[in-house]
């Protein structure tokens, strides 16, 4: 029998609150962050959000919830067009 070490999460929420703190469940992992973007991977798809003053308030990697405050400007999900375009923008950034 093979050991995977795939943590598959249930259903996947996101919750906005007055545009200054956002909540999610059902995230595999956070691709980037930094203060005006993030990045995160869910089981819905890749989840672009953007915004100022954005930071993690709290992370939780073996549920994965994940809450961010700062101002919620955009959340978009990403097709995979989109995500090729964004790795290669970020990879760009990091090389």
Sequence with gaps: MENTNIIEFGSHELKLIDRKEIALTGI???????????LLESNMGIILIKGKNLEIMKLDTHDGNVKIKGKINSINYLDNKEKAKE???ISKLFK
Excluded: G, R
């Design 87 to 89: 790795e290669s923008i």
């Design 28 to 38: 595999k992992k956070i691709t980037s962050f930094d203060s005006e973007e993030f």
